[in-house]
């Protein structure tokens, strides 16, 4: 096959060249926006007058129709066309001839590539919102449901203090909020048009870059050639807010993964979403959330390796550039499979109330309501944090729960305390009386419950 760029050569590229440098097994997913960037070229090339409008309506049909093959899976792929753009543009010319020739008057396969990868990131920020918000709405939706069960919080893996289950549920609604907001943030630096940069320093033709950007829906032109052909600067933004998402996604897995535990036995998780053993017949596996636990890491890693891809690159475009797309595919690709599961794993999963209840009481998770109820009375914190460290050493060695000892015994310890001290002794009372904003008691929780109903739309 010979080469769209072949005029200067006089022998063939050796076919160990050609396997080497192919993208076309890793960015044929980029035909979709490759034709909506060229015909939106094309348009702009006939309104110009670089080319006729009949010319422009031929290249655009055609255009359509190889997408079609290329969607049905009718094109057959040669590492020889090296990647998506040059296995467009040549079945457009085998089709066209001398006005498929035309198409790529005034731009370059540099800008052409970045506009395709900046057109396919931008839709798949919009994919990665939808899947959050369904994530953030599985959760809101066991919220009233799961509204008066008391959970321990834990600080350093040990029982802290007592909060509602559904301050847990939101909790992961806060964070993947942020990680939305970190994807409107990228998708404003996304959606800046490089193309008619053309190789890296622009064109001698009299293209309109501001329309080609406003067909293809670009917030604004980058108005510096050179930096916008050697730019994945979005790239790297765009793998870090994925990678914050992975690292929610694990520490959410890690978690629920305790909690199934035998130890825990807080939660059990749908038969669909786990898998068993092929020894041990008693199994069931959390193996899902194990994985996305795992996959974390290679969102990760696709960060570090954009960074290494740019770090020292001279301007403009280099061929190094055409392994940005394995790191950010294999990063959207993987929080992706991770995303759409895990709303269903969340939905599907049963409290277990009555294991939970039966060893809440355990842990001492009031004894911080009960120094602030000492504080209440006019006892200074450091004080009462004194008393009532005494006092759960005198439950130890007693086996007792604090609510277990006895007015006098409370009393011994400090004359402040009066009988009004057992509403806020347990655990069930000690979350209750949680008030400050954004606590883990239970009105609090109500209130941001309905805040989040609200802002979902539920
Ligand atoms: N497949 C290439 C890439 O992904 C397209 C750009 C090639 N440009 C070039 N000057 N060889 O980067």
Redesign the pocket.
Known sequence: MSKAWGGRFTEPTNAQVELFTE?ISF?ARLAEVDVRGSKAHAEMLSEVGLISAEEFQQISANLTEILGEIQRGEMEFSPSL??I?MHIESALIRRLGDVGRKLHTGR???D??STDIRLYIRDCIDVIDELLQQFQASFVSRGDADIDIVLPGYTHMQRAQPVSATHYWLCWCEKLQRDRERLVDCRKRVNVSPLGCA?LAGSTLPINRDRTAELLGFDSVAANSLDVSSDRDYLVEFSSALGLIAVHLSSWAEEWILWCTTEFGFLTLSDAYTTGSSIMPQKKNPDVLELIRGKSARTIAATQQLFLLLKGLPLA?N?D??ED?LAAFAAYDTVRSCLELAPAIVRNATLNVDRINARIEEGFLDATALMEYLIKQGVPMRSGHETVGHLVHLCEQKKCRLADLTLEELRASSSTINEDVYDILGARNAMTALQSYGSGGRDRVVEQLNRWQGRLGM
Request: proline content about 0%; overall charge neutral; aromatic content about 6%.
């Open positions: 993208s960015d090296e990647d753009h370059s396969r540099n052409q590539v190789a475009y061929r550039l055409q797309k």
